[in-house]
C-alpha cells in the first residue's frame, strides 16, 4: 500500500501523484470505492484490480471534490451520476482520461480511466495478430467499400485496433469522417465529429450528414441501435469504407445482431467486409516464465482443437522484478473473419438454420478464439489458464474435454506416467508497492 501524506500535502498534488503513479504501473483505470474509513483506492493493471492506499474519512470530501473539479463536472451535484474527461500529458504521452461520478450508499464512487493510444501509431504488426489474421486484415481495409466490425466486450482493445486501421489508411488523398461518443484520440488529418445527444446530434443525424461531405472512409464509433446499423450498412453499400464497434462476442454472434436489429438480409450480405472479434489475455513475462507438462485435460483440448499433441507448455514462475505474478501487460486473442461469397449466400437466405451458417463461418479459414489463444500459448505469449478464463467454451465440448482428459489419465496411469494434476486458477492477490515521494510532487499536471 502506498502512504500518502494527508496532513502535510495539497490535495492537488495527492490526486496529481495518483494519477502519475498509475501511469507508471500501466493501470488502465483508477478505483476511488468509499468505505467505512475513507476511500480504498485501487487500480487495474493488466485487467486486474489491486489495492493502493486508503484515503482517509476527513479528506474523502476534498479528495473527490478535487477530481470532480479537474474533470469539469459539478461539484455542487452529488445525487446523480455524472461523466468528465481529463486531459494531459505525461512522460511525453498523451494520455485522454475518462471519470465517471457514481452516488452509492457510503458516497460518491469514481472511476478514472486511462486511455493510453499510442499503440495504435505502431502499425498493424503491433497489435498481436498472427502472420494469417494479419494477410486478412490487410485484405479487408483494402477493400473500397463495405462495412469491418470490431467487436468484443468493453475494455478490449475495440478502439485501439479501430484507430490502428484508421491511421495506416490516413492518407493525403483519403477524406476520413469519424463520428463517435466520445472521441478517443485526436488524429492528425482526420475529421472527427463528438455526438451530442442533448441538442439532437445523434448517430443517425450525424451520419446523414457525413454522407455529404464526400468521405471516402467513416468511422462510427459504435452502433448501439436499429437506426445506426441501417445507416451504416446502407453507407457501406454507396461506395464508402465503413468501420465500427459493436458489442458481441464473435462472428456469428455479430450476424445474428445486425439481423436482429432488422438490417436487411440483402443489404447486410452485400454491405458486410469482414469482421474482426477480440479478447485480452494476460502476457506472460518473457523472463521468469517456466516450461512445464501439459496435464491430460491440456492434452486433451490441444488434441480437439488443435489437431496438436502437446507434451509441454509455458506458464508462470512466480514473479521477478519486470513482472507482477509471472505476468506484464496483455495480448490481444482474436477472431478474423473475411465474408466469403458463400458466407454472402448464407447471409441472404432466410430458411438457412442457424447450425449450417456457423458451420459455413467455422470451416473456412477462420481461427476461432480458442484456436487463437492455444497458438499463443504453444508460442508462449500467454498461458492456457488465461485462454480458459477468458475464452468461452461450449459446455458440451468442455465435458467432452474432461472426458477425454479423464481417458488420458487413466492411460498414463495404466502405462505408469507420471500424471500431472490440472492447475487451479490463479487467485490474484494485490502486490505491495514502495511509498512514492511526496515531498517532491510534481507540479501543474492537471
Given at each position: ?6 496532513v502535510n ?13 498509475a ?17 480504498k ?65 457510503l ?21 498481436g ?64 465529429v ?21 468521405p ?46 432488422d ?20 502476457r ?25 499433441d ?34 454472402r ?102
Amino acid at each position: 500500500m502506498v502512504q500518502y501524506d494527508f496532513v502535510n500535502d495539497e490535495i492537488a498534488n495527492i490526486v496529481n501523484n495518483m494519477i502519475i503513479y498509475a501511469v507508471s504501473k500501466r493501470a488502465s483505470d483508477i478505483h476511488f470505492d468509499p468505505c467505512e474509513k475513507g476511500l480504498k483506492v485501487r487500480l487495474r493493471i493488466d485487467g486486474v484490480l489491486q489495492d493502493h492506499t486508503i484515503v482517509p474519512l476527513a479528506y474523502q470530501k476534498n479528495l473527490t471534490t478535487r477530481i470532480k473539479l479537474i474533470s469539469n463536472m459539478n461539484i455542487t451535484e452529488s445525487r446523480l451520476p455524472q461523466d468528465g474527461a481529463i486531459k494531459d500529458t505525461i512522460n511525453g504521452i498523451d494520455l485522454d482520461m475518462r471519470v465517471s461520478a457514481l452516488n452509492t450508499n457510503l458516497g460518491e464512487k469514481i472511476v478514472i480511466r486511462i486511455l493510453d493510444y499510442s499503440k495504435s501509431a505502431e502499425g498493424l504488426e503491433s497489435l498481436g495478430f498472427t502472420k494469417r489474421n494479419l494477410i486478412k486484415i490487410k485484405k479487408m481495409i483494402e477493400v473500397p467499400n463495405g462495412i469491418i466490425l470490431i467487436t468484443g466486450a468493453t475494455g478490449t482493445g475495440k478502439s485501439t485496433t479501430c484507430y490502428t486501421m484508421l491511421q495506416y489508411l490516413n492518407k493525403e488523398d483519403t477524406n476520413i469522417i469519424t463520428v463517435e461518443d466520445p472521441i478517443e484520440m485526436n488524429i492528425e488529418g482526420i475529421n472527427q465529429v463528438q455526438v451530442n445527444s442533448e441538442i439532437g446530434l445523434t448517430f443517425g443525424r450525424v451520419l446523414r450528414s457525413i454522407l455529404r461531405q464526400d468521405p471516402n472512409i467513416i468511422l462510427i464509433g459504435e452502433i448501439r441501435d436499429s437506426e445506426t446499423a441501417q445507416i451504416a450498412v446502407r453507407a457501406s453499400i454507396t461506395g464508402h469504407l465503413v468501420f465500427s464497434t459493436i458489442h458481441t462476442n464473435n462472428s456469428l454472434s455479430t450476424i445474428e445482431r445486425l439481423l436482429d436489429m432488422d438490417v436487411e438480409r440483402y443489404l447486410l450480405s452485400s454491405a458486410l467486409t469482414g469482421i474482426v472479434s477480440q479478447k485480452l489475455a494476460r502476457r506472460l513475462c518473457p523472463h521468469c516464465r517456466k516450461t512445464r507438462p501439459t496435464t491430460g485435460y491440456e492434452k486433451a483440448v490441444f488434441k480437439e482443437v488443435m489437431g496438436l499433441d502437446v507434451k509441454e507448455i509455458q506458464d508462470v514462475n512466480g514473479h521477478c522484478d519486470n513482472c507482477r505474478n509471472g505476468y506484464y501487460g496483455r495480448i490481444a486473442i482474436q477472431e478474423v473473419l473475411l465474408i466469403s461469397d458463400d458466407i454472402r449466400n448464407a447471409i441472404n437466405d432466410p430458411n438457412l438454420p442457424r447450425e449450417k451458417l456457423r458451420e459455413l463461418v467455422y470451416t473456412s479459414d477462420v481461427r476461432t478464439l480458442l484456436q487463437d489463444g492455444l497458438e499463443k500459448v504453444l508460442e508462449g505469449i500467454t498461458t492456457f489458464e488465461e485462454i480458459y478464463k477468458n475464452v468461452a467454451i461450449d459446455n458440451e465440448l468442455d465435458e467432452k474435454y474432461s472426458e477425454e482428459a479423464e481417458y488420458i489419465e487413466e492411460s498414463q496411469v495404466a502405462a505408469g506416467e507420471e500424471v500431472i494434476d490440472d492447475y487451479p486458477t490463479e487467485t490474484i492477490s494485490p502486490t505491495p508497492s514502495k511509498p512514492i515521494n511526496t515531498e517532491n510532487p510534481v507540479d501543474d499536471l492537471i
